[in-house]
């Protein structure tokens, strides 16, 4: 069983650069997010979908896009990287957000270094 | 809005003794779910562990078992016989029915000496 599968687990971007982390589920989960992890801060929401054509903000969506064009895959892309988004990343998906029972199956991460 | 305090930046215990780690949360939500995650050096999220608010008893997952305790809003986990593969980083989180996101802890560095 694959999971939620991130790529890739290790990036480095010069300031300016853009990149896409990619992260795909094979879970038929409709609700997607992606979070990152800084030290001391555990894990801030970056921006979610609950569905196909469905995204939103959370609650560090500055510099980051998404688009969630199938329900298996839900890119995160950084538009021109700043060191500030040095980071680890995780992409997380859920059966449901309005069940509160319903675990987040995150995949292996993305450590990202900016440059 | 939802909070989550853990206020255990690192714990020590030796091998094959139980340890307790500490979690507090605040919500206006009537029903949500508290959840752990284990995450080794390794970096990946493994869940643990989920207790509902409305659960009358507390939940147990092998060696993991939850101390929920309702009123005063805290969700310990303890960790019965540790072994070494239990030295990681441990996050408690939270849900309230119907929000967009997990929030997590600032997390609680586990090591077990042998």
């Known amino acids: 069983n694959a999971g939620v599968t991130q790529t890739p687990k290790f990036q480095v971007l010069k300031t300016g650069q853009s990149m896409t982390l990619q992260c795909a589920q094979d879970?038929?989960?409709?609700?997607m997010s992606w979070y990152r992890q800084d030290p001391g801060m555990g894990l801030r929401l970056i921006h979610y979908?609950?569905?196909?054509?469905?995204?939103d903000q959370g609650e560090v969506p500055n510099g980051y896009n998404v688009s969630r064009s199938t329900t298996e895959d839900f890119p995160l892309r950084l538009l021109s990287a700043a060191p500030s988004q040095t980071s680890v990343y995780f992409c997380?998906?859920?059966?449901?957000?309005?069940?509160?029972?319903?675990?987040?199956?995150f995949g292996q991460g993305t450590r990202l270094t900016v440059v | 809005a939802q909070k989550i305090t853990q206020t255990q930046p690192g714990m020590f215990v030796q091998e094959k003794e139980a340890v307790t780690l500490d979690c507090t949360y605040d919500?206006?939500?009537?029903?949500?779910?508290l959840f752990w995650y284990k995450q080794p050096s390794s970096g990946e999220m493994i869940f643990l562990i989920y207790?509902?608010?409305?659960?009358?008893q507390n939940a147990t997952e092998g060696r993991y078992s939850l101390n929920f305790q309702k009123a005063r809003k805290s969700a310990n986990l303890v960790i019965s016989a540790s072994q070494l593969g239990d030295s990681a980083m441990y996050f408690c989180a939270m849900r309230g029915a119907g929000r967009r996101a997990l929030t997590f802890g600032s997390g609680t560095r586990l090591q077990v000496q042998p």
């Open positions: 207790q509902g608010s409305y659960d009358q």
């Open positions: 919500t206006s939500d009537p029903s949500y779910g």
């Open positions: 997380a998906s859920s059966y449901s957000i309005y069940n509160p029972n319903t675990e987040a199956f």
């Open positions: 979908s609950v569905g196909a054509g469905i995204t």
């Open positions: 879970m038929n989960h409709e609700y």
